[in-house]
């Protein structure tokens, strides 16, 4: 039996930036030092990010055990280089798949989701990192020796950039592109300007993945003002999916996804329990709207949920049964760990099965298939 691990992630080296990018970029490329506390920052120029931890998954209680000690001037209990080595090298993570009894995993990066809103504003230093953590991609292509299947980095602020990326993408083997699901510059993922990214990821075989991720939250920052955590305010983790389920809408309705039969879009660790709702929901509104108005919005076959039905795939945790799911929405739902992350299973295969009671050879689509066949495994 197949097992195939829809998220998880590796730790970036402190340096993995500056020796992927250009020599004439390398004042635009992002760090990861050691504050005077011994802390391991993420930053770009004299300009703090993210402060980063080093915990065991399966606990997520650490992160706030961790937070504690900042807050109170103390030293962290472990450093950043002190993890273990299958977090962060591809090859000790193939030998720890086979431990787990898994035979592949899709591979996140662990800061790739944690400075994006942050340089929201700077197209340059944006490009020039997302082009740094995909050369890394394309190099555990190689290394993972086909179990790891890397997730990219693109935008949709320079269209004609982000065509050329998937294309340097597929032909080196990666299949997988993590994008924000966020308007940008005004324009929102539909936009006519975009439809060449569209068409791109769809002929070169790339598949587009919204995964929980540091962009622009879908609602007015006044909600999570004065939140102690700027990163993962309380209410972003309440309506993480709002966002992604905003894209979804939009891709379908607006016939995205009808001129390209071709795109896949894949949504990980952003929930899953919305997705039935969600579709009946789209549906109504498309019916409703066109008949108000007395035309569609956009000219479709079939109802928008229809193309999602066939073209997206979600990641679940195991608490929102997504054999239940899969009944009420359909056959969609993926196998995640978040593997490392302490929220994330520490036994990925043995923890899932325990709370979702579905043994991998009685749901292949759940463990295998649909993981295979959005990264092209």
Same mark, same amino acid.
């Not at 937070?67 to 080595?85: A, S």
């Given at each position: 039996?197949?097992?195939?691990?829809? $998220?998880?992630?590796?730790?970036?080296?402190?340096?993995?930036?500056?020796?992927?990018?250009?020599?004439?970029?390398?004042?635009?490329?992002? +760090?990861?030092?050691?504050?005077?506390?011994?802390?391991?920052?993420?930053?770009?120029? $004299?300009?703090?990010?993210?402060?980063?931890?080093?915990? $065991?998954?399966?606990?997520?209680?650490?992160?706030? !055990? /961790?937070?504690?000690?900042?807050?109170?001037?103390?030293?962290? %209990?472990?450093?950043?280089?002190?993890?273990?080595?299958? /977090?962060?090298?591809?090859?000790?993570? !193939?030998?720890?798949?086979?431990?787990?009894?898994?035979?592949?995993?899709?591979?996140?990066? *662990?800061?790739?989701?944690?400075?994006?809103? =942050?340089?929201?504003?700077?197209?340059?230093?944006?490009?020039? *990192?997302?082009? =740094?953590?995909?050369?890394?991609?394309?190099?555990?292509?190689?290394?993972?020796?086909?179990?790891?299947?890397?997730? =990219?980095?693109?935008?949709?602020?320079?269209?004609?950039?982000? #065509?050329?990326?998937?294309?340097?993408?597929?032909?080196?083997? #990666?299949?997988?592109?993590?994008?924000?699901?966020?308007?940008?510059?005004?324009?929102?993922?539909?936009?006519?300007?975009?439809?060449?990214?569209?068409?791109?990821?769809?002929?070169?075989?790339?598949?587009? !993945?919204?995964?929980?991720?540091?962009?622009?939250?879908?609602?007015?920052?006044?909600?999570?003002?004065?939140?102690?955590?700027?990163?993962?305010?309380?209410?972003?983790?309440?309506?993480?999916?709002?966002?992604?389920?905003?894209?979804?809408?939009?891709?379908?309705? @607006?016939? #995205?996804?009808?001129?390209?039969?071709?795109? +896949?879009?894949?949504?990980?660790?952003?929930?899953?329990?919305?997705?039935?709702?969600?579709?009946?929901?789209?549906?109504?509104?498309?019916?409703?709207?066109?008949? /108000? *108005?007395?035309?569609?919005?956009?000219?479709?076959? %079939?109802?928008?949920?229809?193309?999602?039905?066939?073209?997206? @795939?979600?990641?679940?945790?195991?608490?929102?049964?997504?054999?239940?799911?899969?009944?009420? =929405?359909?056959?969609?739902?993926?196998?995640?760990?978040?593997?490392?992350?302490? %929220?994330?299973?520490?036994?990925?295969? %043995?923890?899932?099965?325990?709370?979702?009671?579905?043994?991998?050879?009685?749901?292949?689509?759940?463990?295998?298939? *649909?993981?295979?066949?959005?990264? @092209?495994?």
């Amino acid at each position: 039996m197949t097992i195939i691990d829809a $998220d998880s992630h590796l730790y970036e080296t402190r340096d993995l930036w500056v020796e992927r990018v250009d020599a004439r970029h390398r004042e635009l490329a992002l +760090r990861i030092v050691d504050d005077g506390l011994g802390y391991a920052t993420l930053v770009l120029g $004299d300009r703090r990010i993210e402060t980063l931890g080093v915990h $065991d998954p399966g606990d997520v209680s650490q992160s706030g !055990v /961790f937070r504690e000690r900042m807050r109170h001037g103390l030293p962290p %209990e472990r450093p950043y280089d002190d993890m273990p080595r299958d /977090f962060w090298d591809p090859t000790a993570r !193939v030998t720890k798949l086979q431990e787990f009894g898994m035979d592949a995993a899709v591979v996140f990066g *662990n800061c790739a989701i944690m400075w994006e809103s =942050a340089l929201w504003d700077d197209a340059d230093a944006t490009r020039v *990192n997302m082009e =740094a953590w995909n050369r890394r991609a394309t190099e555990l292509v190689v290394e993972g020796r086909g179990r790891l299947a890397p997730v =990219a980095q693109i935008s949709l602020r320079d269209p004609e950039w982000c #065509v050329h990326e998937i294309e340097v993408l597929s032909r080196n083997g #990666v299949r997988l592109a993590m994008l924000s699901p966020a308007p940008v510059a005004g324009r929102r993922l539909s936009h006519p300007q975009h439809d060449p990214v569209w068409r791109a990821a769809a002929e070169y075989g790339v598949a587009i !993945v919204f995964h929980i991720a540091q962009y622009p939250l879908p609602f007015d920052p006044a909600w999570t003002a004065d939140d102690p955590d700027w990163s993962n305010p309380l209410l972003g983790s309440v309506f993480m999916w709002t966002g992604p389920a905003l894209a979804l809408a939009d891709l379908a309705t @607006r016939g #995205v996804l009808a001129r390209h039969p071709d795109l +896949r879009i894949g949504v990980v660790e952003l929930m899953s329990a919305w997705v039935p709702l969600f579709l009946l929901q789209l549906d109504g509104a498309f019916s409703f709207h066109a008949r /108000f *108005n007395g035309r569609p919005i956009a000219d479709l076959a %079939e109802p928008p949920s229809a193309y999602l039905r066939r073209q997206m @795939r979600v990641a679940s945790f195991g608490f929102e049964r997504p054999a239940q799911l899969a009944r009420q =929405a359909g056959d969609i739902f993926m196998f995640g760990s978040d593997y490392p992350h302490p %929220e994330g299973l520490a036994h990925p295969v %043995e923890d899932f099965r325990t709370s979702t009671g579905i043994e991998p050879a009685h749901d292949d689509a759940l463990y295998r298939g *649909n993981a295979a066949w959005l990264a @092209r495994l």
